[in-house]
């Protein structure tokens, strides 16, 4: 059974800072990418940023210049650095992962989720 635990949400001023991580465990073999997505009330789930395992990065239009996707694959651990944060990236972020387990293959997988609200 795989695993993504995520950390880090919390209440900023706009203009903050916030650095969010999500540790994978379970019987891993590879992992192939980790990525956040996030959604706010009343909106579908979008894609925040991914990092793939060879380093490849991807970043929503949105969040480009001010977030930052890092990975330790020693750790199975993928972090968000979040700056310059605006009211407008106020939602629930969610890890994701796409993992080789042992005995299940690839699968795509989600935390919990966390809150990160930015307001004055």
């Known amino acids: 059974q795989v695993q993504l635990v995520e950390s880090g949400g919390g209440l900023v001023q706009p203009g903050g800072s916030l650095r969010l991580s999500c540790v994978a465990s379970?019987?891993?073999?590879?992992?192939?990418?980790m990525g956040w997505y996030r959604q706010a009330p009343g909106k579908q789930r979008e894609l925040v940023a991914q990092?793939?395992?060879?380093?490849?990065?991807n970043y929503a239009d949105s969040v480009k210049g001010r977030f930052t996707i890092s990975n330790d694959n020693a750790k199975k651990t993928v972090y968000l650095q979040m700056n310059s944060l605006k009211p407008e990236d106020t939602a629930v972020y969610y890890c994701?992962?796409?993992?080789?387990?042992?005995?299940?293959?690839?699968?795509?997988?989600w935390g919990q989720g966390t809150q990160v609200t930015v307001s004055s």
């Open positions: 990092v793939t395992s060879g380093d490849t990065t």
């Open positions: 379970g019987n891993i073999i590879n992992i192939y990418a």
């Open positions: 994701n992962g796409n993992i080789f387990a042992l005995r299940v293959g690839v699968n795509e997988y």
